[in-house]
């Protein structure tokens, strides 16, 4: 492997990429480097995020243009705001003792005259967005007519954005005769149609295989039903402590939701997506970056400005639409020589997706089970105690020794130890005793609903209800957290839901007596779910609800009671809803 003076790069930049800490070439520098700098020609790169491509670029770049110029000699266009401003610092660290130069960046959601008033101060490069990028031309604010050097970053990705005309009509205004460097993690034929239009001749280099993940990534599944996505998330979370990772859900409505639920059970999260203003997207991405946020929830539009090189876990809360696209996710992780875990939920009816992800990125996927309480109980104390083994200790604590020491005198030290990590560990510990078995089996077997109890109740379709109003109706007036009701199926005159067993109880006790609307809601255990079904069947006349109807208002004791029962209705024919909290995680 070649160093970095092999490559044949001036002192200047040897120098800044002394002070980077930067030991030796990334394999597609080693590759891209030598080519650029020794010949003017076009260049098709494929290489994930992550490998240094932007030093691949950057660095041939600030040896080739000339710094007593003004004149824009370079534009580097790439999809996203965020990783515009990275390229531009980056290039800067790169060019810092490259005296003269002036990179600056263009890019929507800021003030355009400033940029504008930026580059009229001469700038020898440019890195834009290209939405922005045409604006300005178009206003006569750029001039981009003699430049030499165009770079095309993460194409795929500016196409994927519908950037094509875009990129057509800014390419229109740059002289045929400058050298394209065309850099993109994968190759569709999109990608390839742009490089034959633009490009002559292009050299060929491809970092990894085609198309490929990461090898620093490996690629896990946890199959489950699709109600228990969620919880499943918050599984794998309290499963690794240190997480630091990128949820991807498929819209931003989701994307919010997941987002909020997080933030609502108490986990370090935070929303990416297109709803928000730039300056919230801005303090999420710094919240993220200085690890505030450990989860950050995210839209695949939204995330591709997120360049951080420690991001530990990707997680595919949904599986994207395109599944090419899994490529983009998973190469979020497994950057600048770290490793990382891809994990995916899915559900039984994508499962299949699993076999088509593995044939593009040529990897094989481990099938994995959502770990269960005490599994997650013991990491979550083992974590604890490593990060009591390993805590700094805080001298200001000296001066109240004494009086602790009082307080402890009696206490052994394995209670003392007991009593002090029982403080966060009862929390987990309460949450998780009674936790399910969240996965599905290969066989397609639910694991999880054998010990749920089924319930019957005489309001069905008739009564206004479908399954999602039924449920929020039974988890409000049951006081019951966003996941206790489920298997929620509703009829036209009775429907049935599920409960774990510990809330049945409760459930029974509520609905003894209950009265709503001036009838009786019975509600009674059914029998398991493969009888249900068949009984489901035999219920799809009135005749067995009438009969439940007439049992209800004959004799019904305890009136006192009933009243405080009495919920008041909202006018979609529901009880209105004011969200239970739940206490903990
Ligand atoms: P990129 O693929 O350009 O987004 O680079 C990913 C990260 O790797 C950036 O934070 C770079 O600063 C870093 N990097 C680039 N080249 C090297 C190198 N040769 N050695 C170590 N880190 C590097």
């Not at 206003?139 to 057509?168: H, Q």
């Not at 009696?410 to 029982?422: C, P, Y």
């Not at 479908?466 to 036209?492: P, Q």
Request: with cysteine; proline share 2%; hydrophobic share 30%.
């Amino acid at each position: 492997m070649n160093t970095f003076q092999d490559l044949g790069l001036q002192d200047n930049l040897l120098q800044a990429i002394n002070d980077l800490g930067f030991t030796k070439p990334s394999e597609v520098q080693d590759k891209a480097i030598p080519i650029l700098l020794n010949s003017e020609t076009d260049l098709v790169a494929l290489a994930q995020t992550g490998t240094g491509k932007t030093a691949a670029f950057g660095f041939p770049m600030l040896q080739k243009i000339n710094m007593d110029s003004r004149t824009t000699q370079g534009l580097i266009l790439s999809p996203t705001r965020e990783l515009c401003l990275q390229i531009t610092n980056e290039m800067k660290l790169y060019g810092k003792y490259c005296k003269g130069l002036n990179v600056v960046a263009i890019y929507g959601g800021a003030s355009i005259t400033e940029q504008a008033r930026e580059v009229k101060r001469g700038a020898q490069i440019i890195v834009a967005t290209p939405g922005r990028m045409k604006d300005m031309i178009s206003r006569r604010l750029v001039d981009i007519s003699k430049i030499e050097y165009s770079v095309l970053d993460e194409a795929d990705e500016m196409l994927n954005m519908g950037f094509y005309e875009d990129i057509t009509s800014i390419l229109s205004h740059t002289p045929d005769d400058k050298s394209t460097w065309l850099f993109s993690a994968t190759m569709p034929k999109e990608v390839a149609a742009i490089a034959k239009k633009f490009m002559y001749d292009p050299e060929e280099i491809t970092v990894g295989q085609k198309n490929v993940g990461s090898k620093n990534v490996s690629h896990e599944y946890y199959l489950v039903n699709s109600r228990d996505r969620y919880q499943a998330l918050k599984r794998l979370a309290d499963a690794n402590p240190d997480i630091f990772s990128v949820v991807f859900c498929r819209t931003k409505r989701d994307t919010q939701k997941v987002a909020e639920q997080l933030i609502e059970d108490g986990y370090n999260a935070g929303a990416l997506h297109g709803d928000l203003s730039q300056n919230q997207r801005d303090l999420v991405m710094k919240s993220f970056r200085n690890k505030q946020i450990q989860m950050l929830v995210a839209t695949d539009v939204a995330a591709r400005g997120i360049d951080v090189d420690d991001i530990t876990h990707v997680i595919n809360y949904q599986l994207p639409d395109e599944i090419e696209t899994y490529t983009h996710r998973s190469g979020r992780t497994g950057r600048a020589g770290k490793t990382g875990v891809s994990m995916v939920i899915v559900s039984k009816s994508e499962v299949r997706k699993i076999k088509s992800i593995e044939r593009i990125i040529k990897k094989q996927f481990v099938k994995k089970d959502i770990p269960d309480g005490t599994m997650i109980c013991e990491i979550q104390l083992m974590s604890l105690a490593n990060k009591v083994h390993n805590t700094e200790i805080n001298h200001e604590i000296d001066k109240h020794l004494i009086s602790i020491n009082e307080l402890f005198e009696d206490t052994s030290k394995d209670e003392l130890i007991k009593k002090f990590f029982s403080v966060e560990f009862t929390r987990f510990y309460n949450y998780y005793q009674k936790a399910r078995n969240l996965n599905v089996s290969d066989n397609g077997r639910d694991e999880s609903s054998s010990s749920s109890t089924r319930y019957f109740i005489n309001v069905g379709r008739k009564d206004g209800y479908d399954w999602m109003s039924l449920k929020d109706f039974l988890r409000e007036v049951l006081e019951l957290g966003k996941d206790d009701v489920f298997k929620v199926e509703t009829k036209d005159s009775f429907s049935f839901f599920n409960t774990e067993p510990e809330h049945q109880q409760k459930v029974l006790d509520f609905f003894t007596d209950f009265k709503y609307n001036g009838r009786y809601v019975n509600v009674e255990i059914s029998e398991n779910r493969s009888r249900n079904r068949k009984r489901d069947g035999r219920r799809g006349g009135g005749k067995r609800d009438d009969k439940r109807s007439d049992k209800h208002s004959g004799s019904r004791r305890n009136s006192s009671k009933r009243s405080n029962k009495k919920v008041k209705r909202s006018n979609s024919g529901n009880f209105g809803a004011s969200r239970p909290r739940r206490s903990r995680r």
